[in-house]
């Protein structure tokens, strides 16, 4: 293994740059992320427990902290084909608008049909369900951009795919949801009535709008009550950022291509998966002493994890059914505002960036909403592109460092993670226009709450 580590990247490059490998951060990582634990037990998770949710390869995946590069089998890499590499661009419309001295260069992961990163795990996590002769899958999505993707891999191979979306993203984008059913998902807003866990939740908060956290665990409870199916997660997971490095291996390339060495990375950051992906072969650098980033993780101030949130093991899930992750977490219950940026209103973060992030090898802020749409909508008018919700915080702290940089007149390299487009997301930005969107910052008294109920570990 020691002898993998040591071979460049590129080599697992094809001739378009696009990655012929994922590639693992853990195996470059000094502390390891810490195990899943058993709920019941407080034991390491084994294979073989995992195995009852999750797919036999992606339990591999999950548990393997040593391996460098993860082959990508063919039949993704084709699949892979129809969008990647994707287009790294350099903002030049935003830097003179900007007046700043600062080179801004962000990666695109829109050009797709779900229109979003999330293609890049769904395809990898639906040939693997198909690889085992499964009939379906069962996932939650936030924003809908998760359950797109997914619903667009699992038509691809002919696997059934069960959605259960967060209520208050459910009806605030419903054409998200009508996207998945064109490739023939079935979509539930949760929390539902359909299972045991959507029941208790919607009794002990009557209306409430629902979290990524319940929709895991009804998606669970579905996936484990029926033979023939298995849970697939969009983010947080070791096994979804190491699919998600595509991004930041494709990104490293280009800039590599022109000898251009960023000065500060910046990811939008709910569960990991985008950020991950991106800040991955730069990580890895800087794990070995071979190179050093500025890494920022962006979070809503209305769900800020990294920022406010501790360091802890906790249920992943609202329900309590599946594994304790060691994480940063507001607490398993904690259900946030309706905040719009869906894809990243998730209590935890994964726990290879929150290792990183305790390790103080990168950064965390949060920001209001307000002023992410404020960034977004000055990004559209001079770049072209109407960015979603999620996207716009990597763009607002991009903007902030770029005016930074005009103070004091820096030439910094810039690069951000630009995971989505926003055509789905009209009623957040018809609310911001009207005057009707608010900032919503949970209390100390209120976050302090939920930290008291967090899982006693010894």
């Known amino acids: 293994m020691a002898e993998e580590k040591k071979i460049p990247y590129k080599i697992y490059l094809e001739e378009n740059e696009m990655p012929k490998a994922w590639y693992n951060v853990r195996a470059d990582m000094k502390n390891k992320p810490a195990p899943l634990l058993n709920p019941g037990t407080h034991q ?50 935003l830097e003179e608008k900007l007046g700043t001295p600062a080179k801004i260069y962000y990666k695109f992961e829109g050009n797709n049909t779900s229109g979003s990163h999330k293609l890049n795990s769904a395809i990898a996590q639906a040939y693997y369900a198909k690889k085992q002769g499964l009939k379906g899958v069962t996932t939650e999505t936030g924003a809908g951009q998760w359950g797109t993707a997914l619903s667009m891999a699992c038509s691809y191979l002919n696997l059934d795919c069960k959605v259960y979306m967060v209520k208050v993203s459910y009806e605030q984008k419903p054409f998200r949801r009508e996207v998945m059913r064109v490739y023939g998902a079935s979509v539930t807003p949760s929390p539902s009535m ?42 947080v997971l070791n096994q979804v950022l190491l699919h998600q490095s595509v991004i930041g291996l494709e990104t490293k390339a280009a800039l590599d291509k022109y000898n251009i060495k960023p000065d500060i ?66 607490g398993s219950d904690f259900i946030p505002s309706a905040n719009h940026a869906g894809g990243l209103r998730y209590h935890g973060m994964s726990p290879v960036l929150s290792q990183l992030y305790d390790d103080g090898l990168m950064e965390a802020v949060s920001v209001e909403q307000t002023k992410v749409f404020e960034a977004a909508e000055e990004f559209a008018r001079v770049e072209g592109i109407l960015p979603a919700p999620e996207s716009s915080h990597a763009i607002r702290v991009a903007i902030d460092e770029a005016l930074k940089c005009k103070e004091t007149g820096e030439e910094k390299t810039i690069v951000f993670g630009l995971t989505g487009t926003g055509y789905f997301d009209m009623v957040a930005y018809e609310k911001y226009h009207d005057g009707k969107m608010d900032d919503y910052i949970p209390s100390d008294e209120e976050l302090a709450a939920y930290a008291a109920k967090l899982p006693k570990i010894d």
């Open 44 to 93: 390491p998770m084994t294979a073989e427990e995992l195995g009852g949710v999750f797919c036999d390869e992606l339990v591999q995946q999950e548990l393997d902290n040593d391996t460098a590069y993860v082959e990508i089998p063919q039949e993704i890499r084709d699949f892979y084909k129809m969008y990647r590499p994707s287009p790294l661009v350099r903002a030049y419309c």
């Open 194 to 235: 359909e299972t045991e866990i959507g029941k208790k939740i919607n009794a002990e908060h009557p209306g409430t709008t629902g979290s990524l956290g319940c929709a895991i665990s009804e998606a669970v409870e579905v996936a484990v009550k029926n033979p023939g199916y298995r849970y697939v997660l969009g983010s």
């Open 265 to 330: 990375i910046i990811g939008c950051a709910g569960g990991g998966s985008n950020l991950g992906g991106l800040i991955s072969p730069f990580m890895g650098e800087k794990l070995r002493g071979e190179a050093d980033y500025r890494i920022i993780a962006v979070e809503p101030a209305s769900c800020p994890s990294f920022t406010r949130g501790k360091f802890a093991y906790d249920f992943a899930d609202t329900g309590m059914v599946c594994p304790l992750a060691k994480m940063y977490t507001l």
